[in-house]
């Protein structure tokens, strides 16, 4: 079963196993969202301005649209899902396509092929969307990003070409809808930032009605801005105020008035933020549209078209002379090259997670989609068998204690007889009114039916099982004996499975 450790208010969790772990990659999702305001980052870190358990006793939210914890993964891949090709490296997508601004300028100041700024300036000018979230650079700072609400083509222009330090685009998301009245907000953000927007819509959080589409980076992970700034300063002699700009290639290249350096890849890695070590997403697989370099073609970025608004909104762009584009099948280079950078964060990511494990006691967060590998597993050999029910007949003020005591945050729903007939979770629980709670069994809230695999099943039945029914856990029987349960199966459980396979 899941648990939530010690405590129904999320930010106890979020604060031990995210924030003071260094698995924060400082998203601002958690700050957009908080019911309470209570969370602002603040040089670099997620601080937590009041103790939000004075407002409110129970509440879940920044732990589970963290884009680091367990939560909301099947829901937020669910997004994606309906489009026809799965492939193993890079996700669900409908099409692969080469493509370039068709103004040269653009392409010139960005980094591939201008596609995103392209995109994005099209975008505010035919008013498909009314703003879009961009990472610009902070004007003393120009290493340092700085995530804006674009309102116009010049917020736009200005925020092209890639940073590679975190940027709180989630953050600026909440900005753009409290702040600026935005309903209609394009998205820019790496694949992590995508996951955070991705969960609050599986959340159904109230702010995410206003996303009108969301572009995803490739990503192969980002710097921590101090750390490798201060390295740069003490290895290479040059401040953070005299970078014009910083580009990644086959090195690490700082632009300065005086020239340019070029840094290892590999000098410079012991920088890279501890969450994109177990980052398995490297083609932002949840975006509606995900762009990346077309390396070696200089000035073509690659485009995988996810979802079907991503299509429309990119053809129509391409239909009006913004974006040229080529076929990905002419250039098999950059497809390989791409399915193998894929491949190969997933490795990386699936083994250093299984280490960060051992150090920390549990386990960071993975993309649960190489599915194949669970074929080989029975859930018998996975399943959890120290199962505990709550009765029908429990009401829900007795079942918040009884949450806070066993620390877990679903339970199935047994009946006089013993045999289940839903699940009751913390989430339904705390929606009940206060006034109400001593009156309301936890059985007449339960919206969640069991689901069922049997012993003789695999993990990827379950999982599959898990998918259809949007639920993250299932009730596991012997076929022979149907209403007795024997176990239970989670997500959780088969990360654990596939990390250990790997
Ligand atoms: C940290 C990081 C790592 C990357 N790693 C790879 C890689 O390994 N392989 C690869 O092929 N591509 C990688 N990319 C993507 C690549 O650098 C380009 O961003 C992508 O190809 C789009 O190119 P473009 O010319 O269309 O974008 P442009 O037209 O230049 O627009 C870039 C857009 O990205 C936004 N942006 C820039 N930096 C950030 C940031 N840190 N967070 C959120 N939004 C940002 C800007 O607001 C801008 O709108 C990475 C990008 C980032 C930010
Ligand atoms: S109110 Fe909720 S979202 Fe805000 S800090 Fe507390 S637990 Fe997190
Ligand atoms: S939601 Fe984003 S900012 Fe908040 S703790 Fe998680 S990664 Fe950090
Ligand atoms: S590697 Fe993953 S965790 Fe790191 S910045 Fe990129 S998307 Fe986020």
């Given at each position: 079963?899941?648990?939530?450790?010690?405590?129904?208010?999320?930010?106890?969790?979020?604060?031990?196993?995210?924030?003071?772990?260094?698995?924060?990659?400082?998203?601002g999702?958690?700050?957009a969202?908080?019911?309470?305001?209570?969370?602002?980052?603040?040089?670099?870190?997620?601080?937590?301005?009041?103790?939000?358990?004075?407002?409110?006793?129970?509440?879940?939210?920044?732990?589970?649209?963290?884009?680091?914890?367990?939560?909301?993964?099947?829901?937020?891949?669910?997004?994606?899902?309906?489009?026809?090709?799965?492939?193993?490296?890079?996700?669900?997508?409908?099409?692969?396509?080469?493509?370039?601004?068709?103004?040269?300028?653009?392409?010139?100041?960005?980094?591939?092929?201008?596609?995103v700024t392209?995109?994005l300036k099209?975008?505010i000018?035919?008013?498909?969307?009314?703003s879009a979230i961009v990472s610009q650079t902070e004007p003393?700072?120009?290493?340092k990003p700085k995530p804006a609400v674009a309102l116009v083509p010049d917020d736009i222009l200005s925020a092209i070409g890639?940073k590679?330090?975190?940027s709180s685009v989630a953050k600026a998301y909440g900005r753009a809808v409290?702040g600026h009245?935005k309903?209609?907000i394009a998205f820019v953000g790496?694949?992590?930032h995508?996951?955070?927007?991705?969960?609050?819509?599986?959340?159904?959080?109230?702010?995410?009605?206003?996303?009108?589409?969301?572009?995803?980076?490739?990503?192969?992970?980002?710097?921590?801005?101090?750390?490798?700034?201060?390295?740069?300063?003490?290895?290479?002699?040059?401040?953070?105020?005299?970078?014009?700009?910083?580009?990644?290639?086959?090195?690490?290249?700082?632009?300065?008035?005086?020239?340019?350096?070029?840094?290892?890849?590999?000098?410079?890695?012991?920088?890279?933020?501890?969450?994109?070590?177990?980052?398995?997403?490297?083609?932002?697989?949840?975006?509606?549209?995900?762009?990346?370099?077309?390396?070696?073609?200089?000035?073509?970025?690659?485009?995988?078209?996810?979802?079907?608004?991503?299509?429309?909104?990119?053809?129509?762009?391409?239909?009006?002379?913004?974006?040229?584009?080529?076929?990905?099948?002419?250039?098999?280079?950059?497809?390989?090259?791409?399915?193998?950078?894929?491949?190969?964060?997933?490795?990386?990511?699936?083994?250093?997670?299984?280490?960060?494990?051992?150090?920390?006691?549990?386990?960071?967060?993975?993309?649960?989609?190489?599915?194949?590998?669970?074929?080989?597993?029975?859930?018998?050999?996975?399943?959890?068998?120290?199962?505990?029910?709550?009765?029908?007949?429990?009401?829900?003020?007795?079942?918040?204690?009884?949450?806070?005591?066993?620390?877990?945050?679903?339970?199935?729903?047994?009946?006089?007889?013993?045999?289940?007939?839903?699940?009751?979770?913390?989430?339904?629980?705390?929606?009940?009114?206060?006034?109400?709670?001593?009156?309301?069994?936890?059985?007449?809230?339960?919206?969640?039916?069991?689901?069922?695999?049997?012993?003789?099943?695999?993990?990827?039945?379950?999982?599959?099982?898990?998918?259809?029914?949007?639920?993250?856990?299932?009730?596991?029987?012997?076929?022979?004996?149907?209403?007795?349960?024997?176990?239970?199966?989670?997500?959780?459980?088969?990360?654990?499975?596939?990390?250990?396979?790997?």
């Amino acid at each position: 079963m899941e648990s939530i450790s010690h405590s129904l208010i999320a930010y106890d969790v979020l604060e031990k196993r995210i924030i003071n772990s260094g698995f924060c990659t400082l998203c601002g999702a958690c700050e957009a969202a908080c019911p309470t305001s209570a969370l602002h980052i603040q040089k670099e870190k997620v601080e937590r301005l009041h103790d939000c358990s004075e407002d409110i006793d129970i509440c879940p939210i920044c732990y589970e649209i963290c884009p680091h914890s367990e939560a909301l993964l099947l829901r937020s891949l669910s997004f994606v899902a309906d489009a026809p090709v799965k492939n193993e490296a890079l996700g669900y997508y409908r099409k692969i396509v080469l493509a370039q601004a068709v103004d040269q300028k653009l392409r010139e100041q960005s980094h591939g092929g201008a596609v995103v700024t392209s995109l994005l300036k099209y975008g505010i000018e035919t008013k498909f969307f009314d703003s879009a979230i961009v990472s610009q650079t902070e004007p003393e700072n120009p290493a340092k990003p700085k995530p804006a609400v674009a309102l116009v083509p010049d917020d736009i222009l200005s925020a092209i070409g890639s940073k590679f330090f975190p940027s709180s685009v989630a953050k600026a998301y909440g900005r753009a809808v409290y702040g600026h009245g935005k309903t209609s907000i394009a998205f820019v953000g790496v694949p992590c930032h995508v996951l955070a927007l991705r969960k609050m819509e599986a959340w159904q959080h109230k702010i995410i009605d206003h996303l009108k589409i969301t572009i995803g980076l490739f990503c192969f992970g980002s710097f921590s801005l101090n750390s490798l700034l201060d390295y740069i300063e003490e290895e290479y002699k040059i401040k953070s105020s005299d970078i014009k700009r910083l580009r990644v290639a086959s090195k690490f290249e700082v632009h300065t008035g005086n020239g340019v350096t070029q840094i290892p890849m590999r000098e410079i890695e012991k920088h890279i933020l501890p969450s994109c070590r177990t980052c398995t997403d490297f083609a932002s697989e949840l975006a509606d549209i995900s762009v990346g370099s077309a390396y070696p073609l200089p000035d073509w970025s690659t485009v995988i078209i996810r979802t079907k608004a991503g299509e429309d909104f990119f053809y129509d762009a391409v239909a009006n002379g913004v974006i040229n584009t080529w076929v990905i099948e002419q250039e098999p280079k950059v497809y390989e090259r791409i399915v193998m950078a894929a491949m190969q964060k997933r490795k990386v990511a699936l083994k250093e997670a299984k280490e960060m494990e051992e150090v920390y006691g549990y386990l960071p967060v993975l993309m649960l989609r190489e599915t194949d590998a669970l074929a080989e597993i029975k859930v018998e050999d996975i399943m959890a068998t120290n199962i505990t029910t709550v009765p029908k007949d429990m009401t829900v003020r007795q079942f918040l204690d009884y949450v806070a005591i066993h620390h877990h945050i679903s339970y199935p729903i047994i009946n006089e007889k013993g045999e289940p007939v839903g699940w009751a979770t913390l989430e339904e629980a705390s929606s009940v009114p206060k006034t109400k709670r001593d009156t309301t069994l936890i059985s007449q809230i339960s919206r969640r039916k069991p689901v069922v695999v049997y012993t003789d099943e695999t993990a990827l039945d379950a999982f599959k099982r898990m998918s259809e029914n949007e639920t993250g856990r299932v009730l596991i029987f012997d076929r022979a004996n149907p209403r007795k349960l024997l176990g239970i199966v989670t997500k959780t459980d088969l990360m654990h499975t596939l990390t250990k396979q790997c």
